[in-house]
């Protein structure tokens, strides 16, 4: 088997760790930082968990960024889902500036997509074009999708792990409060929050994004915490109880690591599911919008009755396929990556290091990343 | 004794969120700015009703005191609550749970066949997948749960609704039930209201999609384990390790997505409903929200919360059996 071939190199991982330790590790954390600024791709996670743990930081960098992307640029999952996502990355930061904005009676009323190079897409019932209300809408969807799955995972992931492990009275609080938000119905919920706080969320994306983060953290977070249940129970835990390293240390250099696939998919299923949120929330015609985006374009359909007139059917494919076509590419990237962090490999690594590596000043780093 | 004390405080919990939602939507009703008690008075009032009569009507709507000081107010808003009275719907002239409480079995009806079914299919591929990772099963199975996966419920409901319903007239094109039909044991109604909620239920098996995908990462997790080598080394047959090594390890964390599913479903239902025009809870409670019929919107909220957390506390009150890891850290 392929898992076994890997064990070998633990010794020369263990070199090159405890070189970086003693040498460079600090003008490699900082140079990590800097290389790491503004990529928004799910790698986050990974950059913050790399940044917090300086000392740990040529491995991590081997094993989390060098492996992974020659990995990924062998799985075809990863080509297309960051084809696909980069392409929506382009149309909402150039698109806006190319395709220029849509009104009213621009052209004949419901023309039909593929015939004029005018309309490629079509049009609606009141003669806007409807490939630039897509392009349009891209960017708001695309604030909407970080702030809001940045917030549900950050959030989910502390909580969880920590209740998790500490158990006690310290899980009976943050279980109480998790449930409390899983209990609630999240749609229902946010719902009622939009209709509340309909000023606000005006016009504000990243406040929208926020808003859909209040409910769906806690799904996440129970995760994490169930994952947590068993994880504390494995014998490398016991063992660094048993050597006396503190809470925070363990569970987020020893446990946290481990459920990092977990995270990650969450990550990009997080921002799967902001979009079909506020999709829907425009859909139903909850929210107020201002412009144009796929939820309330979909909301004219049908308003309009395009369901049930064949001419107008491209109304609602238009939007959909916008919509189902960047949900593909954040799956198939999520499932890239699964398969990116999942080797059992890995957290043997995790597993071989953790022994040799002693305190430091790990405690407190790790402060830091639950200060995150 | 351990187990008891854990069902009690389950219980607890359970009771706990309730509260809290009956307090989170007193505070919603009373405290915000721009708050819905005073846009209610003012329409009543805008209506040629005085502001004193308005206010009472609000407060037996509403049933909140607007003004009465907080404490009080809040006290017999709980009580009220508590003894079923959830107000009165400004736009049906009917006490709120009456028209909830009609419409909740139909809601529940579509929902637990979509539950039921989704999780099947999801669990049955995404183990299924693992097992043979990276093999042409796997491959094509997991195109199938990507589309699926990638598909909103909604999007694959209007699809469904346009291609089986106005086009090839297969199925109903909205309501609950036959309109021409006598409600009751006969063959036409029982075959009408099985045929209007097809498409909601059809509409909910993307989310066998999500499921099998997580499946599918929880076992590729645990094949990693050293007991399934040692069971391999004991010659077991592959679909004895498959389905009482790696799908039993692999349950736990889908347990506890379909108890969330649960309650993503009850919220997914309001869209659901709308599209299908299908008079469940979730279709009062938009058609409420659009109608500013406060009473009504809150109530069928908290009726989706009551209806969610005793749904989730039977569910973990039979955690244990699935998984007797989680029994022992209990």
């Known amino acids: ?8 190199t633990d010794d020369d991982e263990r070199m090159d760790f405890e070189n970086a330790i003693v040498s460079d590790s ?26 917090t743990r300086r000392d740990r930081y040529r491995k991590l960098y081997d094993a989390y960024v060098h492996a992974p992307i020659s990995i990924i640029w062998r799985d075809w999952r990863a080509r297309i889902g960051f084809t696909i996502v980069a392409i929506y990355l382009l149309m909402g930061i150039v698109g806006p500036l190319i395709v220029e904005p849509t009104s009213v009676t621009e052209g004949p009323a419901l023309a039909a997509p593929f015939e004029t190079m005018e309309y490629p897409l079509g049009t609606d019932n009141q003669g806007r074009d409807l490939l630039s ?16 799955a940045v917030f549900t995972v950050g959030i989910g992931t502390i909580v969880g792990s920590i209740a998790g492990y500490k158990g006690g009275m310290t899980d009976t609080v943050l279980s109480s409060i998790t449930d409390v938000f899983i209990n609630i119905p999240g749609f229902p919920l946010v719902m009622v929050l939009g209709l509340m706080f309909d000023d606000q969320i005006l016009g504000n994306p990243y406040a929208i994004g926020i808003l859909l983060s209040v409910a769906s953290w806690g799904g996440l977070a129970r995760a994490i915490r169930s994952q947590m249940l068993t994880l ?18 363990i569970v987020f250099k020893e446990i946290v690591p481990h459920l990092m696939p977990f995270v990650v998919i969450n990550l990009t299923n997080a921002g799967r599911k902001v979009i079909f949120e506020a999709v829907a929330l425009y859909y139903l015609g909850i929210l107020p919008f201002q412009d144009l985006n796929w939820g309330s374009i979909l909301n004219q359909a049908y308003g309009a009755n395009a369901h049930a007139r064949p001419d107008a059917i491209h109304w609602f494919l ?36 953790a022994d040799v590596e002693g305190e430091g000043d790990g405690e407190t780093q790790t402060q830091d990343a639950m200060g995150v | 004794m351990v187990t008891i004390d854990w069902r009690i405080r389950r219980l607890g919990q359970a009771v706990f969120t309730v509260w809290a939602v009956i307090t989170l939507s007193f505070a919603l009703v009373r405290m915000l700015p721009g708050n819905m008690m005073g846009a209610m008075i003012t329409r009543l009032a805008r209506q040629g009703i005085n502001p004193a009569r308005a206010r009472e009507l609000v407060e037996y709507r509403m049933t909140i005191d607007p003004d009465a000081p907080l404490l009080p107010a809040y006290l017999s808003y709980v009580s009220e609550t508590l003894q079923g009275n959830l107000g009165q719907s400004v736009f049906y002239s009917r006490p709120v749970v009456d028209v909830l409480a009609e419409a909740l079995p139909w809601t529940l009806f579509v929902l637990s066949w979509a539950v039921f079914i989704s999780f099947f299919i999801g669990i049955t591929i995404g183990a299924l997948m693992a097992y043979w990772e990276g093999g042409k099963l796997d491959i094509g199975l997991t195109s199938y749960a990507i589309m699926m996966g990638s598909i909103p419920f909604y999007v694959l409901a209007i699809l469904l609704l346009i291609l089986l319903s106005y ?6 094109t909205g ?13 036409t109604y029982i075959s009408g209201i099985v045929t209007h909620a097809a498409l909601p239920v059809l509409s909910m098996l993307v989310a066998s999609g999500v499921a099998s995908l997580g499946m599918r990462g929880n076992s590729i997790r645990v094949l990693g384990e050293d007991y399934l080598r040692v069971a391999r080394l004991r010659g077991l047959s592959d679909i004895t390790i498959s389905t009482q090594y790696v799908a039993r390890n692999a349950v736990l964390p889908m347990y506890t997505t379909l108890l969330i599913s649960i309650g993503e479903m009850f919220g997914g239902s309001i869209v659901l409903e709308q599209v299908f025009q299908y008079r469940g ?34 569910a973990d009150l039979t955690y244990g059996y699935v998984d007797p890891r989680a029994r022992r850290s209990q």
């Open chain 1, 26 to 51: 600090d003008t490699d954390a900082n140079e990590r930082i800097e290389t790491d600024g503004g990529v928004g791709t799910p790698f986050e996670v990974v950059s913050e968990y790399e940044e």
């Open chain 2, 175 to 187: 309501g609950r039930q036959p309109i021409a039909t006598d409600p009751g044991f006969n063959l």
């Open chain 2, 281 to 314: 809870v979730g279709w009062y409670m938009l058609s409420a929200t659009h109608q500013r019929d406060y009473p009504l919107m809150m109530g069928g909220f908290m009726v989706i919360t009551v209806a969610m957390v005793i749904s989730l506390l039977l």
């Open chain 1, 1 to 8: 088997m392929t898992r076994n071939s890997e064990t070998p």
């Open chain 1, 133 to 148: 209300q897509t392009v349009h809408s891209t960017s708001t969807i695309l604030k909407m999708v970080l702030s809001g």
């Open chain 1, 318 to 353: 238009v939007p959909m396929f916008a919509i189902v076509f960047i949900s593909v590419g954040l799956t198939l990237l999520g499932q890239s990556l699964d398969r990116v962090f999942n080797p059992r490999v890995r957290a043997r690594h995790e597993k071989t290091t």
């Open chain 2, 167 to 172: 086009r090839l007239g297969w199925f109903p």
């Open chain 1, 232 to 249: 504390r129970e494995e014998s490398f835990v016991e063992a660094s109880q048993a050597m006396g390293i503190g809470t925070s240390t």
